[in-house]
C-alpha cells in the first residue's frame, strides 16, 4: 500500500544530504516530462497564432446552428455566420449547444459522464523536505478511508517548479467516488489536507502557503459502452460538413490525446470546406443565403 511504501522508504533513508538536497541525490532525472513554465504556455502560444481581430475571448456562446451549409453562432443576443465550427468543451456543454438543431448528437453527449476532483498545493521548509522519502509521490487506495487520492512530490517530479530547499506537494482529492469533496470550504479541504499528510508522512510543520483549486466535471468518464457511444458520435458528425468535437471526452485523456483530438478535428474541418469549395465550383451546391 502507498502509505506503508511510504513510511518504509522514509524509515530506510538514512544517508546524509547537504540542506536541499533531495534523498535521491543530484543524478536523480525525472521519468516525467511538462512544459518548464506550466502547461498555459501552451495555451499561450496557441493563442499567439490566431490575430487579435479574431478573438472572441470571454464570450458565452448559447446555440451552435447549421443554415443552408453554414454554421450559426449565437452569442449574447448576437448572431454571427461561419463557415466551419469546432467545440472543444466538455461534451456536456457541447450537447447543450447543439441540442436545438442536432438533437440526436446531443443526446449521446450528455451520455458522457464527468468527475470532480480538487487539487491542493502545499510547500514546505527544508527540513520538511529533507524529512520525505524518495520518488515521487504516492498513491492512497479507496481501503485506507482516506480523502487524498494522490500526492505528487513536485520539486522531484519536475524541479524547476520549486525553489531549492522547498518541498513543493501536490495532493489530488474527489473523483467518481468522492464528489462531495467539492461542497466543502477551503479551510475544511486544507484542514483534511494537513491531517492526512501528517498522517501519512509525519508532516506537522506549518506550510508556508496551501493553494486550493477546484475542477468541477472535469475529466470524462470512459464508463461501459463508451466506444460505442463516441462511434455514433462521429457518424453523426461526420454527415455535418463543417461540425467538428474536441477535447477529453472522445479518445483519451491525456494531452498528447487532447492534441491529436484538436488536430483531427482541424483536419475534419478543412477537408470538409474544400470539398464544398469543389463542389460549389462544380454546381452540386447551392451558395449559402447571406445574412445581415
Not at 71 to 88: C, H, N, P, Q
Not at 208 to 231: L, N
Request: hydrophobic share 40%.
Amino acid at each position: 500500500r502507498a502509505m506503508v511504501t511510504a513510511r518504509k522508504l522514509q524509515g530506510l533513508s538514512s544517508d546524509k544530504r547537504s540542506p536541499g538536497q533531495s534523498k535521491a541525490g543530484p543524478a536523480m532525472r525525472s521519468l516525467f516530462t511538462s512544459l518548464k513554465n506550466g502547461m498555459q504556455t501552451m495555451v499561450d502560444a496557441l493563442v499567439a497564432q490566431i490575430p487579435e481581430s479574431a478573438r472572441r475571448t470571454s464570450t458565452p456562446i448559447d446555440a451552435v446552428k447549421p443554415e443552408s451549409g453554414k454554421w450559426l453562432v449565437e452569442a449574447s443576443g448576437r448572431t454571427v455566420e461561419f463557415d466551419g465550427v469546432i467545440i472543444a468543451t466538455p461534451a456536456y456543454l457541447a450537447a447543450g449547444l447543439l441540442q436545438s438543431q442536432i438533437p440526436q448528437l446531443s443526446s449521446e453527449l450528455e451520455q458522457i459522464r464527468y468527475s470532480s476532483s480538487i487539487t491542493v498545493a502545499l510547500a514546505y521548509d527544508e527540513k520538511a523536505r529533507a524529512s520525505l522519502p524518495s520518488g515521487f509521490g504516492f498513491l492512497v487506495p479507496w481501503a485506507e478511508g482516506k480523502r487524498i487520492r494522490a500526492c505528487t512530490f513536485v520539486h522531484n517530479k519536475f524541479p524547476n517548479r520549486a525553489e531549492v530547499g522547498t518541498a513543493l506537494l501536490r495532493c489530488f482529492l474527489g473523483g467518481t467516488r468522492d464528489g462531495e469533496i467539492l461542497q466543502l470550504a477551503d479551510a475544511e479541504i486544507a484542514a483534511t489536507v494537513r491531517r492526512e499528510l501528517q498522517e501519512i508522512l509525519g508532516i506537522s510543520a506549518e506550510p508556508s502557503f496551501v493553494k486550493i483549486y477546484r475542477w468541477p466535471r472535469a475529466m470524462a468518464q470512459y464508463t461501459i459502452g463508451h466506444k460505442g457511444r463516441v462511434d455514433r458520435v462521429r457518424q453523426i458528425v461526420s454527415a455535418a460538413p463543417g461540425l467538428a468535437l474536441a477535447g477529453n471526452a472522445y479518445a483519451g485523456i491525456g494531452i498528447p490525446n487532447c492534441i491529436r483530438s484538436g488536430s483531427e478535428a482541424a483536419t475534419k474541418v478543412i477537408t470538409d470546406l474544400a470539398g464544398g469549395a469543389a463542389a460549389r465550383a462544380h454546381g452540386l451546391i447551392a451558395p449559402s443565403r447571406g445574412r445581415n
